[in-house]
């Protein structure tokens, strides 16, 4: 089995060594780590390069969250698999590779993602959010679960994620989007008879606290995304109902909480679609 890791990074001097480090200690060790640095101007790049990485420069301007990515695999179509990471991310521990990887163990997987847990810096919504979104029990997803799951079959993370190549490349790869690259493609394999498999076991430390203003603006991105891929609401269904389920999961206490510090992000969703 041969993989490799790949990592866009932008001014990450804060985080990224302590990733490439966990990297280093892993029990399972990649051809190579594929930095796609988007001109930093601090000393990301030169972090990189103690470690070792191959490291791939492009234009601030010309990022875009699957067509980098795609670069990343266009440019090692010989290996069997890519792993995803981002910048602020911190592997659990010396196994959490190699337990992601041992999803392949399961028949017709294409793609793995791991289980993201927050950290104290974290805010209440993004503790929220994540506890709903990464349960601590595995679950392998396929075409069958879409009445199941709706649109949560489809729901993947390349915060920490892991794909097989070919099965990558026979949908086309990522498309152009500033949004969700990791979902629509997601959304392709699953549609075309493959299974994504949610591993529990493989953890990963993943705090991004956002400001109001972040928060709307993410908000937005969410919503074009669903409105220029009209075909993903009408396979697996609209996203309010996802939201209207982890709403149900909270005491009333915390669910006036929890709508008070998500408007931004509900108001920036409906302004786009």
Not at 70 to 75: E, F, L, S, T, V
Not at 88 to 101: G, Q, R, V
């Amino acid at each position: 089995m041969s993989f490799i890791i790949i990592i866009p990074t932008y001014n990450g001097c804060n985080t990224i060594e302590r990733l490439l480090k966990s990297i280093k200690e892993q029990s399972v060790v990649p051809a190579k780590i594929c930095i796609i640095d988007s001109s930093s101007t601090d000393n990301t790049v030169e972090i990189c390069r103690k470690y070792g990485c191959d490291i791939t420069i492009i234009n601030k301007n010309s990022f875009n969250h699957g067509l980098t990515r795609q670069m990343g695999i266009d440019k090692n179509k010989n290996y069997d698999y890519a792993v995803f990471m981002t910048q602020d991310i911190l592997l659990y521990d010396n196994n959490t590779l190699e337990t992601l990887l041992s999803s392949f163990n399961h028949e017709d997987v294409s793609i793995a993602y791991g289980r993201q847990l927050t950290d104290e810096t974290s805010s209440f919504i993004e503790k929220v959010s994540r506890q709903f979104n990464y349960p601590p029990h595995s679950i392998i997803k396929s075409k069958d679960d879409i009445e199941k799951y709706g649109i949560s079959t489809a729901f993947c993370s390349d915060s920490f994620a892991v794909y097989k190549i070919k099965d990558l490349l026979s949908i086309g790869g990522f498309p152009e989007t500033d949004f969700a690259e990791d979902m629509l493609a997601a959304a392709k394999i699953i549609l075309m008879g493959k299974k994504i498999y949610y591993n529990a076991d493989a953890e990963i430390i993943h705090s991004h606290p956002y400001s109001i203003k972040s928060e709307y603006t993410r908000g937005k991105a969410i919503g074009k995304m669903h409105k220029e891929n009209k075909w993903l609401i009408d396979t697996f269904g609209r996203a309010e109902s996802k939201g209207k389920e982890l709403l149900h999961s909270l005491p009333f206490h915390k669910k006036i909480l929890y709508m008070l510090q998500a408007l931004p992000k509900f108001l920036g969703y409906k302004r786009e679609i």
